[in-house]
């Protein structure tokens, strides 16, 4: 394992900026045309604005742990444990990184299909 890779690097302070709420750090993380995505609910972020807005407005009381995270290249790939209250989901996510080593583009699966909660359809586009 290479801990001083700058991909492992994004991929573990992309899970800690988020679970620690710190929005400037994040964004600092993020190129400027970042593009997010979750396959189940097929929607999709585009623009470090409104990926941070997603995440700021995002209910309840969210932790993310990572369980495991595989680097290759300018490729992440992690596998977290996600907790809302009780509830306990596994997540994938996929990192992809710029020349620069920022984060371009997120690609977030979760275990199941599920319709989008109302309330960011001004943040998304639906495919």
Known sequence: MDDTSPARRAAHAYVDLLERRDWPGLAALLTD???YEMPQT???IRGKDAFLRFNTEYPG????RPRRVIVDGRLAALWLDVRVGDEQQDACVWLELSEHWLIS???DY?????DPPPGRE?????W
Not at 61 to 64: A, I, M, R
Not at 122 to 126: A, C, K, N, T
């Open 33 to 35: 045309d970042v593009v």
């Open 42 to 44: 097929r929607e999709r």
């Open 61 to 64: 009381d969210w932790h993310l």
């Open 105 to 107: 583009r997120i690609i």
């Open 110 to 114: 979760w275990p199941e299909t599920y």
């Open 122 to 126: 001004h943040l998304v586009q639906r």
